[in-house]
Structure formats: C-alpha cells, structure tokens
C-alpha cells in the first residue's frame, strides 16, 4: 500500500508525477510519463526489494502525492510551489517528468530550503544552453538558469556526450564538472558530500536499452552502467527526478520498465544513506 503524504514520516522519499512536456524542443511525449511509470514500477513481473537490500513495501517506506494538476497558475511557479510544500513537510520529492524543464523549478524549491546542494545530473546533454529556439526555459537550457541563480552549489554531469562550443563555454562559466561519456566509469567521483539532487534524464542511457525518448544519442550508457553509478553514491540524497521519457516512442514498453527499475534503486539510495 501506497500512503498518501500527509500520513508520512519527516525524511519518508515521496512521488510526484508532473505531466508537463511544453518546453520540449523536438517531440512531445513526456508529459504522458508518470502514469505509466507507475504502473510498470508496481507491476508484479518483479519483487519490491531494491539491489541494495531495501524492501520499499512496507506501508509508509516511500509515499506518493499523485500527479500534479495545473490549472490557471503558470505552470513553473505551480511546480515549484507543490515540491515546496513537500520540502516543508519534511518529505525528499522524488518527481517523475515530463520533460527536463521541469528540473528548474523543482531544483528553485529545493535551492531556496537547502543551501549548498550538489547536483548529480545524468544526461546525454548538458542542457546548458543560454536559449534555444529564443526559448530561454527550453529543456535544452534548465541547467543554466539553474546555475546563474545560484539554485545549487555544485553541478556534475554523468553520461554527457554531444557537448559543443557554446555548452562547453557555458560550462567553464559556471564550474561544471562534466564527465563525459567516454571518460565513463567514474564511480569514485559519484562520492559526493550531501545534500544530493539526482537529475536523471533517461537519454543518459543508450537508446538500445531505453528508445523511448525523444532525442536518441547514440553511445551511451547500459542499464547496468546507470544503476552501478546511482548505487556508488555516498551522500545524503534529499530529491531527484527522472524525466524525459517519451511514451510514445517506446515501441516495446522497455523504457518504462527501465524508468520504474530506476526509480527503485533510487529510492533504495535515499532510504540508505
Ligand atoms: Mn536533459
Ligand atoms: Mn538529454
């Protein structure tokens, strides 16, 4: 059994869904991801124990909050508001996307309650970009916004394999410390000291393993790869996210079993460290 929010624990990791993809730059797709997360991390093909030896089903081990419904608020401010009052109960907002715009308001949330948060991004992309298209809150762009407000302290990027020169720029600008995807393994520098944001887009991964995204970026990691780096994280990990899967580019439904496996291991990291 799920439990609601309010029925958690201070510390308890909880769920929520933000069904948003305008900001996608090629195809949309995105926003119809959390439902069938859901749905292929309950499913009873697997057991509830994570790798690492947590047992996610007893009630009250994570919580879930639903699917965040917009209504006439603009859409940034209404994200950050509900991880907001998720921080203030004392919960770890565990968000399942939507597309990678989404990180920026979730990431101003957090910024503004936990000072000194490292970012642990995984991504083919740095999404580092000033503006793209004259969009300057484009899924190509959170990780600068986020960066020039000073939302977070560090940011480390995982998996990182069509950077160019004005990304590269930008990332000297702001101190990134990009790990490139044919430097990978660097499991000794996933230890970090909390606080620790996971940004997951699921393009980090080989389009073999995970098709169904929008950008397929050839060379990049397995789902073996993905799980070994999440699991060799050290610190405190107060939040994460896992976005951009694209529903409607998942031919086989893989992607969605391999989003909901890492959503498990993640909140087996939380509950552990
Ligand atoms: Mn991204
Ligand atoms: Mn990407």
Redo the contacts with the bound molecule.
């Keep these: 059994m799920t439990i609601r929010p309010d029925a958690a624990k201070p510390g308890t990791p909880v769920i929520l869904g933000i069904p948003f993809d305008a900001n996608s730059s090629w195809l949309r797709g995105p926003a119809g991801a959390p439902p069938i997360i859901r749905v292929a991390f309950h499913s009873g093909s697997s057991n509830a124990w994570t790798e690492t030896g947590v047992d996610l089903s007893p009630e009250g081990t994570y919580c879930d909050a639903g699917d965040l419904k917009f209504t006439f608020v603009e859409p940034f401010a209404a994200i950050e508001k509900r991880v907001g009052e998720l921080l203030d109960k004392g919960l770890r907002p565990v968000c399942l996307g939507g597309d ?1 715009s989404i990180t920026l308001p979730i990431v101003r949330a957090f910024g503004k309650r936990i000072p000194g948060l490292t970012i642990l991004h995984f ?1 083919a ?1 740095p ?1 580092l970009y000033d503006e793209l298209e004259g969009n300057r809150l484009s ?1 190509a762009c959170p990780f600068a916004r986020i960066m020039e407000e000073g939302a977070a302290k560090r940011l480390i990027q995982v998996g990182i394999r069509t950077v160019n020169g004005h990304q590269c720029e930008q990332a000297k600008k702001f101190g990134v410390e990009m790990i490139e995807m044919r430097h990978l393994p660097a499991l000794e520098r996933m230890k970090v000291d909390g606080p620790i944001y996971v940004s997951f ?1 699921m ?1 980090a991964l080989d389009p073999a393993f995970a098709p169904g995204i929008s950008h397929r970026e050839p060379g990049g990691m397995s789902t073996r790869e993905a799980l070994a780096h999440i699991q060799a994280i050290t610190g405190k990990i107060v939040g994460a996210d896992i ?2 899967f694209n529903p409607a580019q998942d031919n086989t439904q893989i992607t969605a079993t391999v989003a909901a496996k890492l959503l498990k291991e993640v909140l087996g990291k939380m509950i552990l460290n």
């Design positions: 990678h991504d992309h999404d899924h887009d393009d976005v951009e």
